[in-house]
């Protein structure tokens, strides 16, 4: 017996030391990672800060070369010189063939442009990589989520560097609304797509409102491409691989549980996230239904129940939708609405963009408490947003454990005229205001009579007279016509700030005033007002009149609805005239509508066209003989 004890004793001792001893390797195993880990992370770092210094001395070697090209000295030396040359795409790619982000962040940075290819390159690959994502994205934490950007590409690098850098263990959602509004619309969105060639599987973007034809015509990205670039087939490049972006987003943490993240927010037609999952996002978002209602659709402000009685309260709260008549489209829901559907798909939260905060965000907690996290929140992510809200921006992390709201404001950023005009088309109606001012005191003074006159009053001197009065009238009326562009001018920059005094009387501030001021563009423009719009910039440019006049003068009619919606002109009759009579390649655009209705032919005439009805079609005819050209799309 003893024998056999101390056989048990010898053996218990031998397991203790081989435990010991497994455990003391596994420790030194995990020290000897950790050390590894921690030396490769030291070699990341050095490498990065050796990428860095390398960048900043080429940085400073375009710099004195651009200077010595130039060969003057800058007034004010706190502006840096604007990079003077276009990235190519040899350029932006490294020596493996991968993107370099850095370098095309510092180029815009300093107002660099990229050459048209380049430009192409980086939204083809980009359009390649989201076309293979799903239409609903799933990600874990931790994550960090932004809301609207609208063209503030300054504040978004801000914004990103607060957050961390790319190569971070953090994944990035980006909400969508990339462009319009904002002056740097392009460089926002090439930065990003860039970005997404690079990290895969770490940078994810959604699509907002703002990015489709209609509504980038209507603001100002269009403009802004052609201004900047003068190519609509890069235009044209962005809306294809705008329609690739994913419509929403799940994000998993494990103590706070599953939320979803929508641009705008809910729909009744979608009432799972199957439904989500199964929309065809890869066209023009329609007017209606799930694939609207998901970029456009708004919560309820809980200001609406700030009065409301008990059972007034319990009514809101029953809510779920109803018409959203500050969007002019989809629907607003409430809380129940919300509450089924977080309940119906096991999620905890709804985290969406799409609103302008002054606080950079909001929690919609539908006047109850107790929630781990609140069933709606919004973001917004452009601060002082169209340089005149004074409102903060707002991101959200979200780990593992919790959630944070991050809240900064805005920077400074170069400045452009309205619509990128240039100052000679600005300071013309300065100019041709004095001068007429000038002639018409001239002419004013010369039409006086005076003895002389009443001496020579012979038919052929009362005749001068008359002219003279007649060129006093029409001068008259031209410095009118220049007075109303010069105030114009003045009113689309002079400062939004409004008057002490007012404001105090008013009793309200710079972002109350402002959404008072934008909530007629907070609306999804109707056909008419893209009709108008499109109109406006036609008239206000003598080369694109031109064009336009010798494009009316094509025989042929464009049928294809999806690329007259691409230049902003999306009429229901149009799609009704290619269910008849298709056409695969029209050569030749008109921006002609067939059968077109009274009001559509007056805005022709008035643009300089006269209509002469055939048949079933409406053909435009130039008044003055222009020369035809023939426009590809």
């Not at 300054?154 to 969508?176: E, P, V």
């Not at 003068?553 to 999806?562: F, L, R, Y």
Request: hydrophobic share 35%; with cysteine.
């Amino acid at each position: 017996i003893n024998a056999e004890y101390g056989r048990e004793l010898e053996e218990k001792r031998k397991q203790r030391q081989e435990t010991l001893e497994r455990e003391n390797r596994e420790k030194e195993e995990r020290l000897k990672k950790e050390r590894e880990e921690a030396e490769r992370i030291a070699t990341l770092q050095l490498q990065k800060q050796k990428e860095r210094e390398l960048q900043m001395k080429k940085r400073e070697a375009e710099l004195q070369q651009d200077a010595l090209i130039y060969n003057f000295q800058r007034r004010i030396k706190s502006v840096s010189l604007p990079a003077t040359r276009k990235l190519s795409k040899n350029q932006i790619l490294d020596e493996n063939g991968l993107i370099c982000w850095t370098m095309i962040r510092e180029h815009f940075l300093r107002e660099g442009r990229l050459e048209l290819d380049a430009a192409m390159y980086i939204i083809e690959e980009a359009t390649k990589v989201m076309k293979l994502e799903s239409t609903l994205l799933e990600l874990s934490a931790p994550c960090i989520v932004f809301g609207d950007i609208h063209g503030q590409y300054y504040d978004m690098i801000k914004m990103i560097d607060l957050a961390g850098d790319f190569d971070s263990g953090y994944s990035y959602l980006f909400l969508g609304d990339y462009v319009d509004r904002g002056l740097f619309s392009f460089e926002v969105a090439i930065y990003l797509l860039a970005c997404k060639i690079r990290f895969p599987q770490k940078i994810f973007l959604m699509r907002g409102n703002h990015e489709c034809r209609a509504i980038s015509s209507y603001y100002n990205f269009k403009v802004e491409v052609m201004r900047k670039y003068g190519s609509v087939e890069l235009y044209q490049r962005f809306m294809d691989c705008f329609d690739t972006l994913a419509l929403g987003a799940t994000v998993k943490s494990e103590k706070l549980g599953t939320v979803i993240c929508l641009h705008g927010g809910l729909s009744p037609d979608a009432k799972t996230l199957a439904d989500i999952r199964n929309i065809n996002r890869i066209r023009e978002p329609p007017e209606s239904g799930p694939f609207c209602d998901l970029l456009w659709s708004d919560p309820i402000e809980d200001d609406e129940a700030e009065y409301l009685d008990e059972k007034e309260l319990e009514e809101w709260r029953n809510i779920e939708f109803k018409p959203n008549a500050a969007r002019r489209c989809s629907y607003v829901f409430g809380y129940k609405a919300v509450k089924n559907f977080l309940d119906r798909n096991n999620l905890c939260s709804l985290i969406r963009a799409h609103s302008a905060q002054k606080y950079g965000f909001a929690e919609h907690k539908y006047k109850l408490t107790g929630f781990k996290i609140p069933p709606v929140i919004t973001l917004f992510s452009a601060p002082n947003y169209c340089d005149k809200y004074e409102n903060l921006a707002g991101f959200m992390k979200i780990t593992n454990e919790n959630y944070e709201i991050l809240q900064l404001t805005w920077c400074q950023h170069p400045y452009y005229l309205p619509d990128f005009m240039n100052g000679l088309a600005f300071s013309l109606p300065f100019l041709v205001e004095n001068f007429a001012s000038l002639l018409l005191r001239m002419l004013t003074f010369a039409s006086q009579d005076d003895e002389e006159d009443v001496i020579n009053n012979t038919p052929v001197f009362r005749e001068a007279k008359r002219r003279i009065k007649e060129k006093t009238e029409l001068m008259a009326k031209a410095m009118l016509v220049a007075k109303q562009l010069r105030q114009k001018h003045e009113d689309m920059v002079r400062p939004f700030a409004a008057k002490t005094a007012e404001r105090i009387e008013k009793n309200l501030d710079m972002f109350e005033r402002a959404l008072q001021d934008e909530s007629k563009n907070e609306m999804r423009p109707s056909t008419e007002q893209l009709w108008s719009k499109q109109l406006s910039r036609i008239k206000s440019s003598p080369s694109q009149m031109a064009n336009m006049k010798a494009l009316a003068a094509q025989p042929q009619t464009v049928k294809s609805m999806s690329r007259v919606a691409s230049v902003g002109v999306g009429l229901r009759n149009l799609q009704k005239a290619q269910q008849k009579q298709p056409l695969a390649k029209p050569a030749a655009i008109t921006l002609i509508q067939p059968n077109a209705k009274k009001s559509t032919a007056e805005k022709f005439k008035n643009a300089g066209f006269v209509f002469k009805r055939k048949g079933d079609q409406t053909q435009p005819q130039s008044q003055s003989q222009t020369q035809t050209q023939s426009h590809q799309i």
